[in-house]
């Protein structure tokens, strides 16, 4: 099962070498996203999936990881739900010849009931890995900010914080996030911010985050068709021109595919 599914892979990599629009942004993997219909505030149908990941695809993804959110008492979401979206979403792609891999994932709200889904061994990583996707409160960043930290490391996970430069915390104050990798996150933001897509206290803030090397990945986070040209046109335009080569390489394709277990397959690198 293993050597099929690396099989399938490597067809679906090469698909994309041979059909992608964009070959300067080929192997693009976005550890961020909102794809899966009906499992939170992303997508509404199965079109609406499709249409994103065309977009994706001709943008140069060869990659997306599907992150629901997880959230008590509104996304109630676990990894065999998940599991079965992503199915789903991927054999729709394949019908229609959309060149692009979707892997498992979410994005979890800290908070006590995360602690509890935590102890109960009922989370899991980005592809089943040891990188987990967690978000903070967007208004004030909490006081359990280092506790949740600490958990999760001590349960064998690496947390990834998502879009740090849209807490307000960080946004009137972006040298608070040197803090926030004191504590053992890792940081990824969202491709937007560079846009202006949340404001100017964002795109200063994610601009101060990628001048100081505090950035380990740039991800997408799209929820829904509205944003895609911004997305995948203007910010990816934008990143590709005013980031060397080397720093745009390690933002978009090598710290994601470490985070999805590939370590170089992405690159053509040897393991």
């Known amino acids: 099962m293993v050597f099929l599914d690396m099989i399938r892979i490597i067809i679906r990599y090469l698909n994309a070498i041979i059909f992608s629009e964009k070959g300067n942004f080929l ?28 977009s994706a695809y001709k943008a140069g993804y060869t990659t997306m990881v599907a992150t629901p959110h997880v959230l008590s008492g509104a996304y109630n979401n676990n990894q065999e739900r998940i599991n079965e979206a992503v199915l789903k979403a991927q054999q729709s792609c394949d019908q229609e010849e959309i060149y692009i891999r979707i892997l498992p994932g979410a994005e979890y709200y800290l908070d006590d009931m995360f602690l509890n889904l935590l102890g109960e061994g009922k989370c899991f990583g980005l592809n089943y890995g ?17 506790e949740f930290a600490f958990r999760i490391r001590l349960k064998g996970f ?11 915390d960080i946004s009137e104050d972006p040298k608070k996030a040197h803090d ?7 940081l990824q933001v969202n491709l937007g911010s560079f846009e202006g897509l949340y404001g100017r206290h964002c795109t200063r803030a994610v601009q101060y985050l990628f001048n100081n090397q505090l950035i380990f990945a740039i991800s997408t986070d799209i929820h829904t068709t509205k944003y895609m040209e911004i997305i995948y046109e203007d910010a990816l335009d934008l ?17 994601p595919a470490k985070v999805i277990g590939l370590d170089g397959f992405e690159m053509g690198e040897s393991a």
């Not at 987990?132 to 280092?146: C, D």
């Not at 690496?158 to 807490?167: F, G, M, S, W």
């Not at 926030?180 to 890792?186: A, C, K, R, S, T």
Request: aromatic share 6%.
């Open 27 to 54: 192997g693009l993997i976005d550890i961020h996203c909102h794809i899966l219909a009906g499992l939170d505030d992303g997508t509404a149908d199965d079109q609406e999936i499709l249409q994103i990941c065309r």
């Open 130 to 146: 040891k990188y987990l996707l967690v978000e903070l409160p967007m208004v004030r960043l909490p006081k359990m900010a280092p």
């Open 158 to 168: 690496i947390p990834i914080l998502a879009h740090p430069e849209r807490y307000a």
């Open 180 to 186: 926030l990798v004191d504590m053992g996150y890792l």
């Open 239 to 255: 990143c590709s021109q005013s980031m060397n080569q080397e720093d745009f390489e390690i933002l978009f394709k090598k710290n």
